[in-house]
């Protein structure tokens, strides 16, 4: 058994003992806390664990309970993943093993490199070394956990699309408001110019009256 954390090859029940292989994950190992009924496995690096895996932290720890038959929480702001009763190292590993046959290696080639696709309520495996696309066993328990966080993740995402429609349709409405004021202000400006050409027109017609008034006294004065 490798020590807590100790960096080792990508491997499910099959070992991998090439030094080169050059996937790798920390091996996964518990802390035990409390006693008697309230006696639980906290997992200190599931983050660490399920990064190397390419999986989410709340999907590795909830394996951990359909294996083990335990129940078990994973809070994302803390990153605190527990598994109710005692559970040794040795025991998180082996589930850990299982975990990568049935959800993370490839059935074609068996690498490490796959992604979940999600097509009218089945998960396949999309390998992204040899592109082969295979069905995970759904009559596994997980499968149910997966499909109801696709469905989460989802509605989310609608959610999210929806509140920036809207926001971008506000910001149009704004946008269209504020270039019909400006619009409305030029109108106004165009106005102010006539008015302002206008007055000009009388000052200059007075001015030439008065000059014509002018003449014509000094001429009579003559």
Known sequence: MPSQGAIINIAGSTPVDDPEYRYKM?????KIEGRGNGIKTVIPNISEVALALHREPGEVNKFFGTELGAQTTYNADTDRAVVNGAHNDQV???AIKKYIDVFVLCPQCGLPETDYKIKSGCIFHKCMACGAKEMVDMNHKLCTYILAQDKKAKAEKKKGDKGKDKK????????????KKKKSKGDDGSDDGEKKKKSKS????FLEELRAEFWNQYLGWL
Request: without cysteine; negative net charge; glycine residues 12%.
């Open 168 to 179: 971008d349709k506000s910001k149009g409405d704004d946008d269209k408001d504020k270039k």
């Open 202 to 205: 009388e000052f200059f017609g």
């Open 26 to 30: 920390p091996s996964v190992y518990g």
């Open 92 to 94: 998180l590993q082996n």
